[in-house]
């Protein structure tokens, strides 16, 4: 009646043939367990760091049922010429827009609406890949997992090392002799920036626990009190890079995190053998899944040594890290111990310290595993008793995804190309510091961990405070 020519949309709404909704369908071939549920609606695009770079997470998937389909013809025999060099160029073309590119962060589930995580994708396409076709990056990622005392001994100086090439070869010369480098390297060397951290200082001496605990003692009477002890876990990235040479505040983390648990008159204990200690997350985003499995058995141990099996809280300054410990320790109870330093002060720091707004103006970069974790909103309501005024970076993801961002410099500068701070920023936070060199080289405002501010603006809470 409305149409009758048809001439509007035609076929959609009002149809002759009987049996068109059998025809024309989209195929959806099977390509994996973990996204075999994605509609390709879209939705995950916006938050992804690699959408104006590579793929986004549904063309991932689309591409991936592609090959996946095609494959299965090979194996019968039944495909074309044609559809083999479109096999073989897919392939080709996704170890990089596909595999590469993809940060692996999760930020794409937070948007789907069948909650697909097309990380898990990637990587596990990056395990199969290097179990089947390059076993020895597993071997050598082994060898790192059970030495690695010395990774987190050698590779502080070398980026002193580089720090100090930078200052007395300048910018220009050493942009050229770092962009030959990663060239040549294939991208296996990563790109120095003006940003990149200098070697991070020794932690400061601290009680380090290393007796075992009772196991039959009660792990439920302590945790309804907080016995003014924490655990610390600085992590790795944490122990070898610090701050950048150009910024002004050049405290370590370990030192801020110290002094702001000192002035709550929390007392602060290492994990046994700290040094050798790592959350696996480095191995795992590559693909390399047992040496990420040894470090998480190998840590749980002992933080359930140095927490008294999980009595005391547990804060690891590196919100990605502790997101991957709590996703992948085996203990339940342990989980419940574990904090990031914005979860940690929230729940119990503020009734022993007072904060004061000691900047005008600041920026905050929630990480991708802080907002997975909900403490977006913590985030910000923490740091706005710290400053006047607190501008979000808005960024979903930075792209960094570990040193990634270092190897790949065209993921972070898609994901960061609309970062835009006011001009009256000076000082910006986060808690990851990969993450803060990559904003801070695509702001030219120094990132830095949000504990500097935090030991900044606390002071002990008054008696008179604490009574009211």
Same mark, same amino acid.
């Given at each position: 009646?409305?149409?009758?020519?048809?001439?509007?949309?035609?076929?959609?709404?009002?149809?002759?043939?009987?049996?068109?909704?059998?025809?024309?369908?989209?195929?959806?071939?099977?390509?994996?367990?973990?996204?075999?549920?994605?509609?390709?609606?879209?939705?995950?695009?916006?938050?992804?760091?690699?959408?104006?770079?590579?793929?986004?997470?549904?063309?991932?998937?689309?591409?991936?049922?592609?090959?996946?389909?095609?494959?299965?013809?090979?194996?019968?025999?039944?495909?074309?010429?044609?559809?083999?060099?479109?096999?073989?160029?897919?392939?080709?073309?996704?170890?990089?827009?596909?595999?590469?590119?993809?940060?692996?962060?999760?930020?794409?589930?937070?948007?789907?609406?069948?909650?697909?995580?097309?990380?898990?994708?990637?990587?596990?396409?990056?395990?199969?890949?290097?179990?089947?076709?390059?076993?020895?990056?597993?071997?050598?990622?082994?060898?790192?997992?059970?030495?690695?005392?010395?990774?987190?001994?050698?590779?502080?100086?070398?980026?002193?090392?580089?720090?100090?090439?930078?200052?007395?070869?300048?910018?220009?010369?050493?942009?050229?002799?770092?962009?030959?480098?990663?060239?040549?390297?294939?991208?296996?060397?990563?790109?120095?920036?003006?940003?990149?951290?200098?070697?991070?200082?020794?932690?400061?001496?601290?009680?380090?626990?290393?007796?075992?605990?009772?196991?039959? $003692?009660?792990? #439920?009477?302590?945790?309804? *009190?907080? =016995?003014?002890? /924490? %655990? &610390?876990? +600085?992590?790795?990235?944490?122990?070898?890079?610090?701050?950048?040479?150009?910024?002004?505040?050049?405290?370590?983390?370990? $030192?801020?995190? #110290?002094?702001?648990?000192? *002035?709550? =008159?929390?007392? /602060? %204990? &290492?994990? +046994?053998?700290?040094?050798?200690?790592?959350?696996?997350?480095?191995?795992?985003?590559?693909?390399?899944?047992?040496?990420?499995?040894?470090?998480?058995?190998?840590?749980? *141990?002992?933080?359930?040594?140095?927490?008294?099996?999980?009595?005391?809280?547990?804060?690891?300054?590196?919100?990605?890290?502790?997101?991957?410990?709590?996703?992948?320790?085996?203990?339940?109870?342990?989980?419940?111990?574990?904090?990031?330093?914005?979860?940690?002060?929230?729940?119990?720091?503020?009734?022993?310290?007072?904060?004061?707004?000691?900047?005008?103006?600041?920026?905050?970069?929630?990480?991708?595993?802080?907002?997975?974790?909900?403490?977006?909103?913590?985030?910000?309501?923490?740091?706005?008793?710290?400053?006047?005024?607190?501008?979000?970076?808005?960024?979903?993801?930075?792209?960094?995804?570990?040193?990634?961002?270092?190897?790949?410099?065209?993921?972070?500068?898609?994901?960061?190309?609309?970062?835009?701070?006011?001009?009256?920023?000076?000082?910006?936070?986060?808690?990851?510091?990969?993450?803060?060199?990559?904003?801070?080289?695509?702001?030219?405002?120094?990132?830095?961990?949000?504990?500097?501010?935090?030991?900044?603006?606390?002071?002990?809470?008054?008696?008179?405070?604490?009574?009211?």
């Amino acid at each position: 009646l409305f149409d009758p020519d048809f001439l509007l949309n035609p076929g959609v709404l009002l149809n002759h043939d009987m049996h068109v909704h059998k025809k024309n369908l989209k195929p959806s071939p099977l390509a994996h367990d973990l996204v075999d549920h994605c509609i390709e609606c879209g939705f995950c695009e916006s938050n992804c760091p690699s959408r104006d770079a590579a793929l986004t997470p549904r063309q991932r998937i689309t591409v991936w049922r592609e090959i996946n389909r095609l494959a299965r013809l090979e194996v019968d025999g039944a495909i074309s010429s044609t559809d083999q060099e479109r096999l073989h160029a897919m392939r080709k073309e996704y170890e990089y827009a596909g595999l590469d590119m993809c940060a692996a962060d999760g930020m794409c589930q937070e948007k789907c609406p069948v909650k697909i995580n097309t990380g898990e994708l990637v990587k596990t396409i990056r395990e199969e890949k290097l179990r089947t076709a390059s076993p020895m990056t597993n071997r050598i990622a082994n060898t790192i997992a059970r030495n690695f005392y010395w990774f987190d001994t050698l590779i502080p100086p070398l980026l002193t090392t580089v720090s100090l090439a930078h200052r007395v070869l300048g910018n220009s010369i050493m942009s050229a002799i770092a962009g030959l480098a990663h060239r040549v390297g294939g991208g296996l060397i990563p790109l120095w920036n003006p940003y990149l951290p200098s070697g991070a200082k020794r932690l400061p001496e601290l009680k380090s626990t290393s007796s075992k605990v009772n196991e039959s $003692e009660s792990r #439920i009477e302590t945790k309804q *009190k907080f =016995g003014n002890k /924490v %655990v &610390y876990l +600085p992590s790795c990235v944490t122990r070898v890079m610090g701050p950048t040479a150009s910024d002004p505040e050049q405290a370590s983390v370990p $030192e801020r995190f #110290i002094s702001l648990a000192r *002035k709550a =008159g929390v007392e /602060v %204990v &290492y994990p +046994p053998n700290i040094r050798s200690q790592c959350c696996g997350i480095m191995f795992h985003s590559r693909g390399c899944v047992d040496a990420s499995k040894a470090k998480v058995a190998e840590l749980e *141990k002992e933080l359930l040594i140095a927490s008294e099996n999980g009595r005391h809280p547990i804060v690891c300054d590196t919100s990605p890290c502790l997101k991957h410990l709590k996703d992948n320790i085996s203990d339940p109870l342990l989980k419940f111990s574990l904090y990031e330093p914005i979860d940690f002060v929230s729940t119990f720091l503020t009734d022993k310290l007072e904060f004061q707004k000691t900047k005008q103006a600041v920026a905050v970069h929630v990480p991708c595993s802080s907002k997975k974790l909900k403490l977006e909103n913590q985030f910000e309501s923490l740091v706005a008793k710290c400053a006047e005024d607190v501008v979000p970076t808005g960024v979903p993801c930075c792209g960094m995804a570990g040193d990634r961002g270092f190897r790949y410099p065209e993921l972070t500068g898609g994901a960061l190309q609309h970062l835009n701070l006011p001009s009256q920023i000076k000082d910006a936070y986060s808690t990851s510091r990969t993450c803060e060199c990559s904003l801070s080289q695509h702001s030219d405002v120094h990132f830095r961990s949000v504990l500097h501010l935090l030991d900044d603006s606390a002071r002990p809470k008054s008696s008179s405070s604490s009574s009211h």
